[in-house]
C-alpha cells in the first residue's frame, strides 16, 4: 500500500513495487487509510511524510496502536531527516528522497519482505 498526496511519489512507488511483481493500492491521506489498511492487510505500507502538517506522524502512530494494523511494516519516505523520529514513531524503514530503486528494495528486505533480484 502506497500512502501518499503527491502524485509524482505514488506513480514512482507504483513502478517499483511493479518491478517486483507485486500490487500496489495507492492511496492518499484524504482516503479512510486507516480502514483499507484493517481490510487490505498489505504486506506493506510506503508512505510519505510531508514537511507541512503532521498528518502522516499522526496516521502512522493510529497504524502501530492498531491491534490490527501494527505488525503491518511501514516505510517512511521523506526530504526531511526524521529517520529517528520515524523510528521512534514505529516505522520499519525510512528513506529519505529522491529514492533510488536499489534503497527501495534494501528497505523492502529489511523488513522482511521478498523483493526480485535487485537492478
Known amino acids: 500500500m502506497v500512502i501518499g498526496n503527491d502524485a509524482h511519489f505514488c506513480y514512482l512507488m507504483q513502478s517499483y513495487i511493479r518491478e517486483n511483481s507485486r500490487q500496489a493500492l495507492i492511496t492518499s491521506f ?4 486507516l480502514t483499507l489498511a484493517r481490510r487490505e492487510q498489505p504486506a506493506a505500507i510506503i508512505m510519505e511524510i510531508d514537511h507541512s502538517d503532521n498528518v502522516g506522524w499522526h496516521l502512522l502512530r493510529e497504524l502501530k496502536s492498531d491491534m490490527t ?3 503491518i511494516p511501514v516505510v517512511l519516505c521523506s526530504w526531511l531527516d526524521e529517520q529517528k523520529r520515524g ?3 514505529g516505522a520499519a524503514a525510512y528513506l ?3 529514492i533510488l530503486y536499489k534503497d ?5 528486505t529489511d523488513v522482511g519482505l521478498n523483493p526480485c533480484e535487485q537492478k
Open 69 to 71: 494494523t501494527s505488525c
Open 30 to 33: 484524504m482516503d479512510d487509510v
Open 104 to 108: 527501495f528494495i534494501t528497505a523492502l
Open 87 to 89: 523510528s521512534e514513531e
Open 96 to 98: 529519505r528522497m529522491p
